[in-house]
């Protein structure tokens, strides 16, 4: 084993739990992308092995489904859906429920971290006209995202990236999990309404912000792309990061939207932590590391690339360094449908636990936050807690753990 690619590697991931690291001004993006810019200036890595380890799959992959999530925001269609709600005359219970189906619903066809920032705000509107306390709204949309995400290979940047590098079946992956994100919802809904019961009135003035002006045409042509994408995938005829770019090109040729604009909102962050990642994480297995640790946990008897074992580690690890980074650390032990489905789902839900866990509840209480709006971490804790543990016992009985 290397101990400078170690170290290196040690720090990286020290990097990913701290969210940054003490005395510099690096977030997470910037500690992978330094790490892999070192281990590459001292020969760890040359440029054709680092190259060679980022996925171009995944990448793209990643990046169309960015730009077909920007021409919704950009058309004001997530304004507009949520501003619908308003319209929906429930209590506040069901309220809550119908917000968390539909944030659920955008969540498992476009990047859940958009469908938060274009709905918070506007959520909080909607709570404060209607004299609901927003709390458990917004917590609702964070838990709802998160889960509705696992539905499907495109729900979110890790379920992106193992679907890709395993090849996942989109269809065969769609049916097997969809009952327990369902049922999953319906528990974190439940949790919800039980821990706010007979709280949810409160006077609230949060200011306006201002959205995108909604566009019809701009929505429907966003939702004619993304219906044909879903079908490919589903076909299964084609890569899906060929049809994702497809469907990117398509929309970026456009006459009323800028193609600046739309590219403002890719998360060209997100892109360059996978980036530093893979170039990391390649270097940790050149060096023998990855092997000889997975070698002392067999020699204990337990296999942490299959069943229990790497549905607990990943939801362990998905709380200390993110989910993103903690899915790129076990992918390349695992190598079959099972495990990566697995893989896929625990690292989601576990999302949910505490708030660094999933940046959609960073960006849910960050908005929040924005509009006078504060929720601890000890608020997000009461209701993250238990919907965890529920949605995990969910997914491990409902895709035959036991």
Same mark, same amino acid.
């Given at each position: ?296 946990? =067999? $020699?204990? #008897? &337990?296999?942490? !690339?299959?069943?229990?074992? %790497?549905?607990?580690? /990943?939801? +362990? ?63 997000? =804790? $009461?209701? #993250? &807690?238990?919907? !965890?543990?529920?949605?995990? %016992?969910?997914?491990? /009985?409902? +895709?035959?753990?036991?």
């Amino acid at each position: 084993m290397d101990p400078i690619t170690i170290l290196i590697f040690t720090i990286v991931y020290l990097g990913m739990i701290l969210g940054g690291l003490p005395g510099l001004a690096l977030d997470r993006t910037g500690v992978a992308l330094v790490g892999a810019i070192v281990l590459v200036a001292l020969g760890r890595v040359d440029v054709s092995q680092a190259w060679a380890a980022v996925d171009p799959s995944t990448m793209m992959l990643l990046f169309g489904l960015m730009v077909v999530s920007a021409q919704f925001r950009l058309s004001g269609s997530y304004a507009r859906v949520t501003r619908a709600l308003a319209g929906v005359h429930l209590g506040a219970p069901l309220f809550l429920g119908v917000v968390m189906a539909v944030a659920g619903g955008l969540s498992a066809l476009l990047a859940n971290d958009i469908v938060c920032l274009a709905m918070a705000p506007v959520l909080a509107e909607v709570c404060a006209a209607r004299r609901y306390d927003p709390v458990p709204h917004l917590l609702g949309l964070a838990c709802a995202a998160n889960i509705g995400s696992a539905a499907t290979l495109i729900g979110n940047p890790q379920n992106m990236l193992i679907g890709q590098v395993l090849n996942l079946s989109f269809s065969a992956y769609l049916f097997r999990v969809l009952p327990v994100v369902i049922i999953g919802m319906a528990a974190a809904w439940g949790v919800i309404a039980f821990i706010y019961r007979r709280r949810w009135r409160k006077e609230i003035t949060v200011p306006e912000v201002a959205h995108p002006t909604f566009d019809f045409w701009e929505t429907a042509k966003g939702a004619v792309v993304l219906g044909v994408l879903v079908l490919g995938f589903l076909s299964g005829v084609g890569g899906r990061e060929v049809w994702a770019m497809a469907g990117a090109g398509f929309l970026l040729m456009s006459r009323r939207m800028a193609s600046r604009d739309m590219l403002a909102l890719v998360d060209w962050q997100l892109l360059l932590l996978f980036a530093g990642l893979f170039v990391v994480n390649h270097a940790l297995s050149l060096s023998g590391a990855t092997g000889q640790a997975m070698g002392w946990f =067999a $020699a204990l #008897g &337990i296999d942490i !690339t299959q069943g229990g074992p %790497l549905f607990l580690l /990943v939801a +362990v690890l998905s709380n200390l360094v993110s989910n993103v980074p903690a899915v790129m650390l076990l992918l390349p032990g695992v190598h079959d449908p099972q495990s990566g489905m697995l893989l896929a789902l625990s690292s989601t839900l576990a999302g949910n636990l505490v708030v660094v866990g999933s940046i959609a509840n960073i960006i849910v209480l960050d908005q929040a936050a924005r509009q006078h709006i504060r929720i601890s971490w000890k608020q997000h =804790a $009461a209701v #993250g &807690i238990p919907v !965890t543990i529920a949605s995990l %016992l969910i997914a491990w /009985v409902g +895709v035959g753990m036991v």
